[in-house]
T-cell receptor
Framework: GNSVTQMEGPVTLSEEAFLTINCTYTATGYPSLFWYVQYPGEGLQLLLKATKADDKGSNKGFEATYRKETTSFHLEKGSVQVSDSAVYFCALRDSNYQLIWGAGTKLIIKP | DAGVTQSPTHLIKTRGQQVTLRCSPKSGHDTVSWYQQALGQGPQFIFQYYEEEERQRGNFPDRFSGHQFPNYSSELNVNALLLGDSALYLC???????????FGSGTRLTVV
C-alpha cells in the first residue's frame, strides 16, 4: 500500500543553519506530494506541494523537488529562523483523494 | 474569508459516551475530510464526504460515523468512546479537482 516515511526528530539546529528533512514515499501511480507544517497548538498548514515528477514546490524559503527516480520529496531551507520551529509533515495524495501522512518531524531552532 | 471552523475546540468525555464534532468548510469548498491525530503521530484518514455521501473511508470501526449537510458542513460522530479515541480530530476541506486542502485547528478530545 501507499506510505510515507520521513526522518525521525527532533531535529535541532542553530539559527541560520541549512535544513534538510528527508521524505520518501511508496505509491502506485503518480501521487501529488505535500509538505505541511503544524505550529504548537494549531492545525496543519500547507507549506508547499508538487504534482508531477521534477516539479519543485517552494514557499517562505522552503523548497522540495519531486524525485520520481528516488521516490523522494526532501524539504530544504537555506537559512532557518527561530520562527520555523514546528512539526513538519510529508504527505501524498493517492488516487482515491486520500492524504497519506508521514509521522512528522519536530524541528527546533535555537537562537 | 473564514477558513475551516471546527467546534468545540476541546472536549472531555467519559468512556462509553458518544460525541459529535462539527466542521464548517472554507467558503467555496464542497468536500470535507476527517482525520484523527494521536499525540506525536501523523494524521490518520477517517473518511471523506462529498455531495452528502461518504466517498472514502479509512481503517476505522463503525463506531465512527459522519454526515454532510446541504451547506457542505459536516459532523463526525463517535459512539461507545474508548480511552484510545483520545486525540486531535482535524477537519480538512477542499474543492473537487483542486489539490488544496485547508485544515481547521482541530478538536482536542480527551476520553477519561
Amino acid at each position: 500500500g501507499n506510505s510515507v516515511t520521513q526522518m525521525e526528530g527532533p531535529v535541532t539546529l542553530s539559527e541560520e543553519a541549512f535544513l534538510t528533512i528527508n521524505c520518501t514515499y511508496t505509491a502506485t501511480g503518480y501521487p501529488s506530494l505535500f509538505w505541511y507544517v503544524q505550529y504548537p497548538g494549531e492545525g496543519l498548514q500547507l507549506l508547499l506541494k508538487a504534482t508531477k515528477a521534477d516539479d519543485k514546490g517552494s514557499n517562505k524559503g522552503f523548497e522540495a523537488t519531486y524525485r520520481k527516480e528516488t521516490t523522494s520529496f526532501h524539504l530544504e531551507k537555506g537559512s532557518v529562523q527561530v520562527s520555523d520551529s514546528a512539526v513538519y509533515f510529508c504527505a501524498l495524495r493517492d488516487s482515491n483523494y486520500q492524504l497519506i501522512w508521514g509521522a512528522g518531524t519536530k524541528l527546533i531552532i535555537k537562537p | 474569508d473564514a477558513g475551516v471552523t471546527q467546534s468545540p475546540t476541546h472536549l472531555i468525555k467519559t468512556r462509553g459516551q458518544q460525541v459529535t464534532l462539527r466542521c464548517s468548510p472554507k467558503s467555496g469548498h464542497d468536500t470535507v475530510s476527517w482525520y484523527q491525530q494521536a499525540l506525536g503521530q501523523g494524521p490518520q484518514f477517517i473518511f471523506q464526504y462529498y455531495e452528502e455521501e461518504e466517498r472514502q473511508r479509512g481503517n476505522f470501526p463503525d463506531r465512527f460515523s459522519g454526515h454532510q449537510f446541504p451547506n457542505y458542513s459536516s459532523e463526525l460522530n463517535v459512539n461507545a468512546l474508548l480511552l484510545g479515541d483520545s486525540a486531535l480530530y482535524l477537519c480538512a476541506s477542499s474543492s473537487q479537482g483542486n489539490y488544496g486542502y485547508t485544515f481547521g485547528s482541530g478538536t482536542r478530545l480527551t476520553v477519561v
